[in-house]
């Protein structure tokens, strides 16, 4: 029988949960007995590091064929708000980070009917060479299958063109929930769960690493998350090429799920934390995006086995766009003082989680 007991026994030895035991956590409201056993979790992988980076979010364009039911984002092409940034105006971005400390550039849009593939790969390549010390982290794999159903290139030949235009990893964005069913009611014009993973999995082997989320609190159930986390495990299990899992609670403000979804409550932010971290024992690090999560929480997060808060963000749009409250922006300064204030030690870090600077 599945206890408390039984879980943190496996914790201690190393061992993995099923899902099952991920089913019982989620069933518990013992916020703090679920947050010992992450937190205990965390500990053996991270001890009491926490990492952060400075980073700044570049969003080319909000034109978008997708059009998904949670995105308050996107736009249509000619609609009011609807914009596409000149490569130039990327550039300037990306330059402006550097020079205020940026290690890293995050890069992700909607899906233009008329932008050509070389709009992206020239985007890459003059941000590489006007600021060459950034780390480009780029384009969902929803991203990458347009990029290939736009140029008739395989997947394989978009990742080389684009790895050599200066692309160095990429983000975990559009996985949302990867069952079928839950597929089809917020995102059914999106590449289905099954080909998301095909493409992660051709993107690591291809040598990138890149970040795998769960975007949570809209219609999926618990076992549907729990369904999320072990695709991703298994996977991780094969190609070893995931750094973060980042749950991303849901906004639920101008979207076309707004109607009667309240957003997450903290109880379930923290929960869902502590058991990806419990159950994803293949994956070094758990993210609190503080964007989705609001300052607090995501400090909070970090005695439930959290052990990344993302970084500066500087302009967010996705989470703003759809209600969040938290600031636009975090300085490097306010990232320390929430780290150290939960007791823990600041570890700036890169993309690729080289610890760069200890506070
Ligand atoms: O894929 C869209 C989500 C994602 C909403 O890899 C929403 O380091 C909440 O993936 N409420 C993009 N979420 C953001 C993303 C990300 C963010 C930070 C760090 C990293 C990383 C990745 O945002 C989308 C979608 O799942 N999203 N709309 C919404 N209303
Ligand atoms: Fe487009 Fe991405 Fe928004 Fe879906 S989530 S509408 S694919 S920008």
Redesign the pocket.
Known sequence: MTTFKSISGKITAGERISADEALFLFASNDLLAIGELAAAANEKKNGCNVYFNVNRHINPTNI?V???AF?A??RTAGEEGAYTLAIDEICRRAKEAEGEGATEVHIVG??HPDLTFEYYEEALCAIRKASPSLHIKAFTA?EIEYFSRITGLTIEQIFERLINAGLGSMPGG?AEILVEEVRQKI?PE?ISGERWLEIIRLAHISGLKSNATMLYGHVESIADRVNHMEMLRNLQDETGGFQAFIPLAFQPENSDLKLNIKGTSGLDDLKTLAISRIFMDNFDHIKAYWVMLGEKIAQVSLAFGVNDLDGTVVEEKIGHDAGAKSPQSLTKDGIIRLIKKADKLPVERDTLYNPLHAY
């Open positions: 978008c997708n059009r998904c995105c984002f996107s909607g899906l929803v559009g995102c999106k």
